[in-house]
């Protein structure tokens, strides 16, 4: 059993930067892989990074490729999301998950823990 707990949200100007956290409970999370997701109002959930277990594979979906970076300290039981460059379109509420099973996964139905979220507020 794993919980997680987001952090780090909140209004920034675009062209601005956040860092997300997740931190997580349970000595398990060190074999988990992990994502970060986001739903903006009206629209549905979707896949945002995804880091392995070690930390040596990530993924993101191409609109933030170049701007956002995925990572993780296990020893610390924390994920990260470095969020720079962000415009507008990038308003939602954040939820990082995690799931013991596999890689990298992009799909939400591939992870069974989920944080509670926070926002990010991009203002023009």
């Known amino acids: 059993q794993v919980q997680l707990v987001e952090s780090g949200g909140g209004l920034v100007q675009a062209g601005g930067s956040l860092r997300l956290s997740c931190a997580a409970s349970g000595r398990t999370f060190s074999s988990y892989r992990m994502a970060w997701f986001r739903q903006a109002p009206g629209k549905e959930r979707e896949f945002v990074a995804g880091?392995?277990?070690?930390?040596?594979?990530?993924y993101y979906t191409d609109s933030v490729k170049g701007r956002f970076t995925i990572s993780r300290d296990n020893a610390k039981n924390t994920g990260y999301l470095q969020m720079n460059s962000l415009n507008p379109e990038d308003t939602a509420v954040y939820y990082c998950a995690a799931d013991g099973r596999g890689a990298v996964g992009t799909r939400s139905d591939e992870y069974d823990y989920w944080g509670q979220g926070t926002q990010v507020t991009v203002s023009s």
């Open positions: 880091i392995s277990w070690s930390g040596s594979r990530t």
